[in-house]
């Protein structure tokens, strides 16, 4: 099987390790995974500040990238994932020819964990872990796209990994994209009323979907001083493998 | 009434909320139980068919609002009330102020109403001599503070219970106490007196039955009860949108609103008020004057809005939004707080002033999920924010910003470029006013996923 990556921004000016990941973990499962050139950003930052002409050329930049091949596209991030899915074909509703490239790429477009597993049904294999999880649902993963189960079902199979639900994990950590500039006070604010339940857990490592809120509760966890790793599922399950 | 040019201080407001820790207890321990409740209230339910039905109910009335309401204003003269239409705050306050003046009355009890604060009656009434007496609980609270509500249904859900017991033991000089018992009682007994010595009320209503003419009252306290019923004059403010087709309608309504409002099945009452007192009838009002607010809603209704005026005022949106959740109401420095209140009142009192609150949300879509009758707010936040942008009401260097976030998406090179400029200019970026929020992010990656592989 072969899949196209797109890697997020955040994930390639930030945090290529995690890229790493993903690729690992793809390949293991014997995905032909190729890394189109040219790809820069979704545009969700300048959609969700309402900023429809810039998204417009992130989407169009994204659909030249990606438009050439039947192959599905795979992204480590639920908002990303939402942005193709949910919103790049509002973004040419007056367009009719760029709007049905847009529901082209979104047809194709899966998060990680969707298509680890409803394609790859990675759950089933059982890859092994270690330590004391707990995860954070993110907002765009959970509300926009629906992938509510398919983290829960990866991290809770995981052999030699212990599980355990965070309280409110569905809760917005405060990250919100441009919100996290604008309203710096309210943002670590709620960034801190998420540690709070990520650590009443117990757990050594928090993990999600999204590196923007991971980011913003890695934040939360050095402004504290508290002792818990915070990593992409695409890290917890690669470190899993042989 | 008249908007100042002058936006809301969201930002600034804020930060004082947060700062402000009674408030944050009580709002957390409000919320967290309301949205505790009402998850338990909706849970084994086939919630989503009912929200459905609500939302189609709601939606065909605004699709053909002006026949409603005069279906709904032939019906109430019919059955005995006078009927007036105010198209602005100020031809509404006026209305009730002249109806008052003409019966010479000088107290009125009031039961709890948010249009009537959108159009700010109470202040307008007291200026003509009229005393005002809030009879709901939380409303009679800040009416003594001397605030607005910070909840559309709990208007006092920021003070906690020695705030009130200060306040009352101040205000109405009794003994301090802070036990919510013996506080109620206090104040039922001052607003029995207040019942019974009243000769006129004012309500608002939760909707308002186009087939029958009737007016429909949900409390809990029973005071909307005593205001309709016991003085023999009853003037109705309500806004336009609040009509359903039909009492057969009124069920969609009555098991949705107080599951979604406080987790409760059923109100703990319900007032059908169709005209005024019949002959052999005890209890009612002898003169009924409702007065029908439009203040902007026409426009509303006739644009890409318009689902906002589905909305039944239940405040499940409020206690689910994170922002509101922290901040409280007075935050948002306008009438209605939380996602409903920001969209609300960037139509009903402009951009101009309303701009900031649209950045009091993460979109996170929560607001979304829980709105009884499927308003969606997420998706009319994110249209205001389009609106903002191209009405040129966001900051001029977040603007010029975004213009280079544009050439950079469309180019792959001129983004590779920036990605270095950022590593290199990182650590001086970081101190410029504004740029804080670099600070809570790492430094870029010496190499990009993109040149790793």
Redesign the interface.
Known sequence: MRVQLF?T?M??????E???SV?KLLRHFGVDVS?P?????C?K??????????SR??A??FISVFEGSKDPIVTPSGSCASMVKNHYHHLFKDNTMMRDKALAVADRTYELTQFLVHELKVHEAGLSGKGKITYHAS??LT??LGVKEEPLLLLQSLNGAEFIPMPYA???C?????????????????AD?KLDTVLSTGADTVTGCDHGCL??I??AVRRRGARIAVKHIATVLAEGLK | MTSTATSIPF?AN??EA?SNSPLRAAMRNATETFAKKRTEATASLPIEEWRTQASDTRLRVLENLGEYVDRFSANAVRAGAKVYRADNAESAVSIVGSILKDRAVQKVVKSKSMVTEEIHLNKYLETLGFKIVETDLGEYIIQIAGEGPSHIIVPAIHKDRKQVGRLFSEKLGCEYTEDPAALTKIAKKILRDEFLSAKAAISGANFAVADSGSLVIFTNEGNGRMCTTLPPLHIAVLSIEKMIPSLADLPKFMRLLPRSATGQMLTTYMSVITGTRKAGESTGAEELHIVLVDNGRTKIVAGEYREMLKCIRCGACLNAC??YR??GGHAYGATYPGPMGIVLTTLLEGMEKAHPL?????????C??VCPVKVPLPELL?K??????ERGF?PYL?RQG??G????????QL?SLG?TV?RVFWPLAKKIP????LE???I??Q????R??
């Open positions: 890697g921004c994930i390639d000016t930030f945090f290529p995690t890229g790493m690729m890394y050139k040219g790809q820069t950003c545009g930052p300048a959609n969700s500040g309402g900023y429809a002409r810039e050329k992130a169009e930049q907002c765009q509300r926009e569905d809760r917005c405060g990250f919100g994209g441009v919100f996290m500039a604008k309203m710096p006070e309210i943002s670590t604010a709620l009323e980011m913003n890695a934040d | 930002r804020a930060a947060l994170p922002v922290l901040v649209l950045d009091a949300t993460t979109l996170c879509g929560a979304g999920d994110h205001l924010r389009e609106e903002r942008v966001t977040e975004m213009v976030f544009g050439f950079a998406a469309e180019s792959p983004f990605q950022a504004g740029l804080g929020a809570r992010m790492p870029p990656a190499i990009t996923f993109g790793s592989i």
